[in-house]
């Protein structure tokens, strides 16, 4: 017999699942998951009492043989509380929100197991749009969207300039315990950054510079997509967040910069032979 209410204790949870988002890998995404599951709780016991009252309506005062309904034209108490009611929970709803919301827009410091962040960190500058952590602290990574797959610069270019930075293609590799700033750009029309488990979507508007940021506490592969229509090529535009411990993330930080260094190194030999070519040789093979 106890085997029935410890099913029903599984089944509740599971159901609110499948209409909830996933749960938040970043303290911002909890704290819109968690206001999501809070309006949501609130909006299925008002759908069931209201229902519920309905359903009792319909059924206490149905039509019978001989009955004759009563003319009610209106019960003022009643359409006062409901509307007050409705009032106050817009209103508590409102207060919750703008109370989260310092939380959701401003990032926190990095862990003391985070990536040590050096001095080009330190020059990054904070406005209405762009939000630093009190320490001034966060390692920035620009996201560039493009038709159809989505680019990742690091910091650490060679040239102050910004060229010779590190970058990566569809994944992006961050480290634990450490406060990220995304840059999101695009490169040519409006796509929409967003992994559902790290934060809410942001566009990536040509000419036009959007910011978010996202904390990952432990490693972990999270996946998002473009989320909005931005070309035939739209469906195949996802995108990966791969988060892992600071040293293994030096590591491959350090690695994508000597496999570009190799590349460039081997693309200016070919510039350089090419160039030296005349005549019928300078033409470059189809």
């Known amino acids: 017999m106890n085997r029935i209410p410890a099913a029903l204790s599984h089944l509740l949870p599971s159901t609110l699942a499948f209409f909830t988002p996933a749960h938040g890998a970043s303290p911002n995404a909890q704290e819109i998951d968690t206001l999501y599951k809070i309006t949501l709780y609130i909006a299925l016991v008002i759908f069931v009492a209201v229902e519920g009252a309905l359903g009792y309506a319909l059924l206490r005062f149905r039509k019978r043989k001989g009955a004759v309904a009563a003319q009610i034209h209106g019960n003022t108490r009643l359409e006062v509380s409901w509307t007050v009611a409705a009032a106050v929970i817009l209103v508590g709803l409102a207060v919750l929100t703008f109370a989260k919301l310092s939380s959701i827009q401003n990032p926190p410091n990095s862990g003391p197991g985070g990536a040590q962040l050096g001095e080009a960190e330190n020059l990054l500058y904070a406005s209405s749009q762009r939000r630093l952590p009190p320490n ?81 506490s432990k490693p972990g592969i999270f996946r998002g997509q473009c989320a909005i229509l931005c070309g035939r090529g739209h ?36 510039r350089a032979k090419l160039k030296a070519l005349s005549g019928a040789g300078a033409v470059e093979n189809p």
């Not at 480290?175 to 950054?193: A, E, G």
């Not at 469906?235 to 590349?263: C, G, H």
Request: no cysteine.
């Open 136 to 216: 001034g602290k966060s390692l920035e990574i620009t996201v560039i969207g493009r038709q159809y797959i989505w680019q990742f610069v690091y910091p650490g270019a060679n040239e102050p300039d910004g060229l010779g930075a590190p970058y990566s293609y569809e994944e992006l590799v961050v480290p634990t315990d450490t406060t990220v700033s995304l840059n999101i750009v695009s490169s040519d029309v409006v796509h929409s950054w967003w992994v559902p488990e790290l934060g809410g979507k942001f566009q990536a508007v040509p000419g036009y510079h959007n910011y978010t940021w996202f904390k990952v």
């Open 235 to 270: 469906a195949r535009m996802i995108a990966t967040v791969k988060a892992v411990p600071p040293a293994q993330f030096e590591a491959w930080l350090a690695r994508q910069k000597q496999l570009i260094a190799q590349a460039n190194a081997e693309a200016a030999k070919a």
